[in-house]
């Protein structure tokens, strides 16, 4: 399929949903009900997800609480992979998700909670679950599990797969085969590539661009392509090493004096419920909300669900610097409480909706964003998990910054390749979910 | 200081301790309370632990609950290394925890949590902390977050970490340089070398035997020095190898259906709580009791805390078995419910106190822990930590099957070398902690 080819069947797909999310007061949520003793927001069969409280304590004390979505279960985030010609292509999905802003996202083959593949709403069978459970399966190139966003989830991690098919596989509707070359390319449209897939990609070590075929275009590039090379030898004497780094992590996790734990959704102080709405007094933060929808191409036709609605968009930035002729992101070691072990590698800069370049710390991240601070690489509007979130857009940016900007940074921040931060992703709860949709945005650049 | 000075002065220490440890009713602790609202015990400085609930669900209902040690801080457990003529040294404590059967083990260099070393209690400083914290330590080693005991902790974690001092290093009473292969001698003697250095002197890669000085003595020692350098090639239809074990290790987590929280103390079904002790009704699982003690070499000399005492004793194994010459062993993903991530890898086989050959699932097991099962290579009973639990000993064993034990195992087990297990170990929340405490105990044998 070419790439014009893809945009008339995307055009094509997107007429055929006959989708429609309309926002409904939660009493008119079907088989959802806030339970009396808790307050908790819960699904009658105890699965899928429920909204609960998040308390913060340091020593012994309350420093914040916050309604969060605790979704305990594991769900398959999986892409299948076949040679065609010599070429990989992955098997992507038009997929609808009622908090698209846009009705359908490029997806992965699967992407699927343990509720929806175990059929507990008792609708169709998910289209290629076997390629990646049991025992015909094909070859796992990659099972691992990740985060999602520590602001709004509790804990939450999905599995990540990538399987390599060898046999025929059928192409049902809903969904086409795509080589790298064009998934980089379709990176570079707004809301286009969902967040599953940016996850799952940029999980892909065997994706890297190759030295010998991709430099030699600019200074830029070339130091791009030498980031997805570069390790530093593991001597005592080297700075940046994987040593290090894995250093500088503990101690960002050893510095977090607060810990959190589920707490009952009535128990969380400054927020209130109203017929429509879960809400903070001052109306600063997200709302929780319900929905109706009908989308003909889902497992289930109609249904009903609480999403949370962040007010306007994030923004998440890498800067990036080229230091003897390798690029270098400037990795953030961020606590956000609702992860699991407190703390993951973060873009340089995530700001959440509502906030602005003033609440950033550090003077030097702040010029860096002005006008003329930098080199915009990328610069593009991509969505959040459509499944769970209601319009959540993120701006994400890579910057490439000179030579003037100072390698000596604040304890909070860290200097990687490429390469560094792809050698973690074999391992979870190291990047966060922004830093690992942001690698994928770069690794479009090459 | 030789093996014989060392007894001779482990002898003196025990004897200058002057230490007593006294069970006391509930009431008589000092600055401990049990919150009136929920039940939970916890130091009115709001630091040091809490015993609270841990409720674990399963679609949305109870199945299971009991109490939990919560420590949300982060600890450290350090080992200064040095070289003297050319041989590397560990920097070793003679240090009395209250809960130690035998008042003193031999510990990390510096073994504190993080209310210790802030000094909370406001007692003296802690020895030694300034080569791990701060702008002057030494240079870092190892230094990585690990898990303690998962049935007993709520999702607690300590920081491993080991530093090479290179200027003199001052040497206070309670302290003395051991060699490894000391310190390995000194691992076959029960109840001595204690669980914060049995984690710590699993984490040090670079004390592994070298094939060339350690082969050539049986076919037993020669596989066992074999499996500190098998990785096996990472090509797709290896078995075996890193990314398969990590698949595995995925695959596990998923299979978890339950998750778990923290719930107050009083929540908490099927126990009780006297004026002496917290106990389930059958009495058949720990207890929670309080003790006074008076110790002379710790930073506060006098005290009252509560401890968890098992009743009983542990006892857990690694199968291993030779395959191809290279000795691999059998690893269980086990779940456990205070662990952070719910998954880690255990040895083959852990009976809590109170659990016999019965309980065992797997009939092949039972069979080779019987009388003539297997050879046996190690057999120990050590301690676990002193500082949290009363007389809590485990009974540490590694036996050898031979090429009649099969080498297709159910999917919760899976053979893996000692170079793949220490390989993991740069990482946290892959090996608990009875599975590091054996590999400590199989180095031992090199």
């Given at each position: 399929?070419?790439?014009?080819?893809?945009?008339?069947?995307?055009?094509?797909?997107?007429?055929?949903?006959?989708?429609?999310?309309?926002?409904?007061?939660?009493?008119?949520?079907?088989?959802?009900?806030?339970?009396?003793?808790?307050?908790?927001?819960?699904?009658?069969?105890?699965?899928?997800?429920?909204?609960?409280?998040?308390?913060?304590?340091?020593?012994?004390?309350?420093?914040?609480?916050?309604?969060?979505?605790?979704?305990?279960?594991?769900?398959?985030?999986?892409?299948?992979?076949?040679?065609?010609?010599?070429?990989?292509?992955?098997?992507?999905?038009?997929?609808?998700?009622?908090?698209?802003?846009?009705?359908?996202?490029?997806?992965?083959?699967?992407?699927?909670?343990?509720?929806?593949?175990?059929?507990?709403?008792?609708?169709?069978?998910?289209?290629?679950?076997?390629?990646?459970?049991?025992?015909?399966?094909?070859?796992?190139?990659?099972?691992?599990?990740?985060?999602?966003?520590?602001?709004?989830?509790?804990?939450?991690?999905?599995?990540?797969?990538?399987?390599?098919?060898?046999?025929?596989?059928?192409?049902?509707?809903?969904?086409?085969?795509?080589?790298?070359?064009?998934?980089?390319?379709?990176?570079?449209?707004?809301?286009?590539?969902?967040?599953?897939?940016?996850?799952?990609?940029?999980?892909?070590?065997?994706?890297l661009p190759?030295?010998?075929?991709?430099?030699?275009?600019?200074?830029?590039?070339?130091?791009l392509v030498r980031s997805y090379q570069?390790?530093?030898?593991?001597?005592?004497?080297?700075?940046?090493?994987?040593?290090?780094?894995?250093?500088?992590?503990?101690?960002?996790?050893?510095?977090?004096?607060?810990?959190?734990?589920?707490?009952?959704?009535?128990?969380?102080?400054?927020?209130?419920?109203?017929?429509?709405?879960?809400?903070?007094?001052?109306?600063?933060?997200?709302?929780?909300?319900?929905?109706?929808?009908?989308?003909?191409?889902?497992?289930?036709?109609?249904?009903?669900?609480?999403?949370?609605?962040?007010?306007?968009?994030?923004?998440?930035?890498?800067?990036?610097?080229?230091?003897?002729?390798?690029?270098?992101?400037?990795?953030?070691?961020?606590?956000?409480?609702?992860?699991?072990?407190?703390?993951?590698?973060?873009?340089?800069?995530?700001?959440?909706?509502?906030?602005?370049?003033?609440?950033?710390?550090?003077?030097?991240?702040?010029?860096?964003?002005?006008?003329?601070?930098?080199?915009?690489?990328?610069?593009?509007?991509?969505?959040?998990?459509?499944?769970?979130?209601?319009?959540?857009?993120?701006?994400?940016?890579?910057?490439?910054?000179?030579?003037?900007?100072?390698?000596?940074?604040?304890?909070?921040?860290?200097?990687?390749t490429a390469r560094?931060?792809t050698?973690?992703?074999?391992?979870?709860?190291?990047?966060?979910?922004?830093?690992?949709?942001?690698?994928?945005?770069?690794?479009?650049?090459?």
């Amino acid at each position: 399929m070419s790439t014009t080819e893809f945009h008339a069947w995307w055009a094509e797909r997107r007429q055929a949903g006959g989708f429609s999310v309309e926002r409904i007061p939660f009493d008119a949520l079907d088989s959802w009900n806030f339970e009396p003793r808790t307050g908790n927001l819960g699904h009658e069969s105890g699965r899928f997800f429920t909204v609960e409280g998040l308390q913060v304590r340091e020593g012994g004390a309350e420093i914040w609480s916050q309604p969060v979505i605790n979704q305990p279960e594991i769900g398959i985030l999986g892409i299948v992979v076949k040679e065609f010609d010599g070429v990989l292509h992955c098997l992507m999905q038009a997929k609808m998700e009622p908090g698209n802003a846009n009705t359908i996202q490029l997806s992965p083959t699967v992407q699927a909670t343990r509720s929806n593949y175990m059929k507990v709403h008792r609708g169709a069978g998910t289209r290629y679950l076997e390629y990646f459970t049991g025992p015909q399966r094909g070859q796992v190139l990659v099972d691992v599990l990740q985060s999602e966003q520590g602001a709004w989830f509790w804990r939450k991690r999905n599995r990540n797969m990538v399987v390599l098919a060898t046999g025929d596989v059928p192409l049902y509707e809903d969904f086409c085969w795509l080589t790298m070359d064009q998934i980089r390319e379709l990176t570079m449209v707004d809301n286009l590539v969902n967040m599953d897939a940016r996850t799952v990609l940029s999980c892909m070590p065997f994706m890297l661009p190759d030295e010998a075929e991709s430099a030699g275009r600019d200074a830029f590039h070339d130091a791009l392509v030498r980031s997805y090379q570069y390790q530093a030898a593991e001597d005592l004497d080297t700075p940046g090493t994987a040593g290090r780094i894995l250093s500088w992590f503990t101690e960002a996790k050893t510095r977090c004096d607060w810990s959190a734990r589920l707490v009952p959704l009535a128990d969380v102080t400054g927020w209130r419920r109203d017929e429509w709405e879960i809400t903070d007094d001052a109306a600063e933060n997200f709302r929780i909300i319900a929905v109706r929808v009908a989308a003909g191409t889902r497992e289930v036709t109609r249904w009903t669900q609480p999403l949370l609605h962040p007010r306007g968009e994030g923004r998440a930035v890498f800067l990036v610097r080229s230091v003897g002729g390798v690029l270098r992101l400037l990795v953030r070691a961020r606590p956000e409480y609702g992860l699991l072990d407190q703390v993951e590698m973060a873009p340089t800069v995530h700001l959440h909706p509502g906030q602005g370049l003033a609440d950033i710390q550090e003077s030097c991240l702040r010029d860096a964003l002005l006008p003329g601070g930098g080199t915009t690489r990328y610069d593009h509007v991509l969505s959040e998990e459509g499944g769970r979130f209601h319009h959540a857009l993120t701006r994400y940016q890579v910057i490439e910054v000179n030579e003037d900007f100072p390698l000596d940074v604040p304890p909070q921040l860290c200097w990687m390749t490429a390469r560094q931060l792809t050698d973690l992703l074999r391992h979870g709860h190291y990047l966060n979910i922004e830093a690992r949709s942001l690698l994928t945005c770069l690794l479009s650049l090459c």
